[in-house]
């Protein structure tokens, strides 16, 4: 006689075909859904233009011509004029840093009651949906033109995006260092900074230099409306046709960015 119990479990185990079935079948959906959006937006988007991008009576061509030819004859002007951009950065990432700190623990659900959480929150997302040249427009109307409305744009807006990030940070901790803090008798405060902190500070400190190469390009759009820095001399280089030397000063910036790039891997590194 046959051993029928060696031989049952032996069987395998049975396939769970519908679930697979009803998985395949929302993906089909999905790329189906896309295909329908991507042709309904062709029209309104005009992507039957994409011809000029490659024709020799289209602006790209001629474009190509002037920028191959970048004028570094004023490099040092705008080598200054990048350190500018560079320094409205700096601040606007230092600020939005330093306020999002406790706004990002008022944020936190782990932290701070609902009442407080939910109206920081909406101010903060308030923060963050609105463009930082929108904001630029308004403080140089406030403000005047220069720096510091570029400056003022970006730590608005970034302030929005560093209290989301580090919020939900701060609700990723490990509770128990804070429970056995509090239990020694210590104020919410001391909490926050000997809890929370130590453990949460490399995820900031890696938000923060990321964010700062972001805001090094915002910065350069920004000069678009006044706000100083190189964008504003790049953008009456192109809107006076001097190509070559917009040519020199994306050049410049593309450095610039590597450079800060490299800088921040090698920092971000040491925290984490």
């Known amino acids: 006689m046959t051993d029928t119990s060696n031989t049952a479990s032996i069987r395998p185990a049975p396939v769970e075909i519908e679930p697979n079935r009803t998985r395949s079948r929302g993906t089909t959906i999905c790329w189906i859904a896309l295909a329908v959006l991507l042709a309904w937006s062709w029209g309104p988007a005009e992507m039957s233009n994409w011809p000029h991008l490659f024709s020799d009576s289209g602006n790209m061509a001629q474009y190509a011509r002037e920028f191959s030819h970048p004028d570094f004859s004023d490099w040092r002007y705008y080598a200054q004029e990048m350190i500018v951009t560079l320094q409205i950065a700096l601040w606007g990432t230092f600020l939005a840093a330093a306020f999002a700190v406790p706004l990002g623990v008022l944020s936190a659900r782990n932290m701070a009651p609902w009442y407080v959480v939910q109206p920081v929150r909406r101010v903060m997302d308030a923060c963050r949906s609105i463009h930082e040249l929108v904001f630029a427009v308004l403080f140089v109307v406030a403000v005047g033109l220069g720096p510091f409305a570029g400056v003022m744009a970006l730590f608005v807006h970034t302030?929005?995006?560093f209290?989301?990030?580090?919020?939900?940070?701060?609700?990723?901790?490990?509770?128990?260092?804070?429970e056995a803090i509090?239990?020694?008798?210590?104020?919410?405060?001391?909490?926050?900074?000997?809890?929370?902190?130590?453990?949460?500070?490399?995820?900031w400190i890696s938000?923060?230099?990321?964010?700062f190469e972001s805001n090094v390009r915002a910065a350069t759009v920004l000069g678009v409306i006044g706000a100083g820095g190189i964008g504003q001399v790049l953008f009456e280089s192109i809107r006076g046709f001097y190509y070559p030397q917009a040519s020199a000063m994306l050049i410049?910036?593309?450095v610039t960015v590597s450079v800060l790039d490299?800088?921040?891997q090698q920092m971000r590194k040491l925290f984490l």
């Open 159 to 161: 302030t929005g995006i």
């Open 262 to 264: 490299f800088l921040s």
């Open 252 to 254: 410049i910036m593309l």
């Open 207 to 211: 938000f923060t230099l990321y964010r």
């Open 163 to 178: 209290a989301k990030l580090f919020s939900e940070a701060v609700e990723a901790i490990d509770a128990r260092p804070v």
């Open 182 to 203: 509090r239990s020694t008798g210590a104020s919410r405060i001391q909490e926050v900074l000997f809890g929370v902190v130590p453990q949460v500070m490399p995820l």
